[in-house]
């Protein structure tokens, strides 16, 4: 069965600050994985995706994450946080007709 | 923005009778997914569709059935509410299934209390 954990429930960080996100994933084949954000009282929307290539991936609104085979992690960074970041993070792993999301994380941006 | 309406946005029942949630797309998009959302839990699947009439269970689909009678229109019910489906319901879609682009587009929720 395949499985997505994000072990931070919530964080916090100051505006300016990098930023870390974790994401861990189970799965028995080569992943396609992804980051959705999703800001209060929307629907998520697609932040980045990973299928094959090159283990740096580039997203929108200046994120990136680095997809780790070794270490089965697809961790979300960010180098300097704005105020409008602050929204709750989604890691999601995807197979053959379906998506499996994590818990998410809570991101709070302090000013 | 994708073209994904649900309704309703926000509805209020009781405990035993039934609930009808609807989405409809304007994209022409092949896959549509309900999801719940719950606090610790993220986004759980309760069915999806890949095609009209064409219709599969998620992880969390017990008390919940879907209709797809045309392209545009997904229908999910909850034949007898209970209070354990007080959620917030997210209907998505995409050209190629999860696997594939993997990119969903999402609606923007309906809130369900079972009182």
């Known amino acids: 069965a395949q499985s997505v954990t994000q072990p931070d429930i919530h964080i916090t960080v100051s505006e300016g600050a990098s930023l870390e996100l974790r994401c861990n994933y189970s799965y028995g084949a080569t992943p396609y994985l992804f980051w959705y954000v999703q800001s209060p009282g929307q629907g998520l929307q697609l932040l980045l995706k990973y299928f094959s290539g090159d283990t740096l991936v580039q997203g929108i609104k200046g994120f990136e994450a680095e997809f780790k085979r070794s270490q089965s992690s697809f961790n979300l960074r960010k180098p300097s946080v704005h105020w409008s970041d602050a929204a709750e993070y989604f890691c999601?792993?995807?197979?053959?007709?379906?998506?499996?999301f994590g818990s998410g994380t809570q991101l709070t941006v302090l000013p | 923005d994708a073209g994904i309406t649900q309704s309703p946005r926000h509805k209020v029942t009781e405990t035993g009778t039934p609930v009808t949630l609807r989405c409809h797309q304007t994209?022409?998009?092949?896959?549509m997914y309900w999801y719940r959302q719950d606090p610790g839990h993220g986004l759980r699947l309760i069915h999806y569709?890949?095609?009209?009439?064409?219709?599969d269970k998620g992880e969390v689909s017990d008390g919940y059935s879907v209709s797809r009678s045309k392209t545009e229109d997904f229908l999910l019910t909850l034949e007898s509410a209970t209070s354990s489906q007080t959620s917030v319901y997210f209907c998505?879609?995409?050209?190629?299934?999860?696997?594939?682009?993997?990119?969903?587009?999402f609606g923007e929720g309906s809130r369900l209390t079972v009182l």
């Open positions: 994209e022409n998009h092949r896959y």
């Open positions: 569709s890949y095609g009209v009439k064409d219709t």
């Open positions: 998505a879609i995409s050209e190629s299934a999860g696997g594939g682009t993997g990119e969903l587009f």
């Open positions: 999601a792993l995807g197979s053959a007709r379906q998506l499996t």
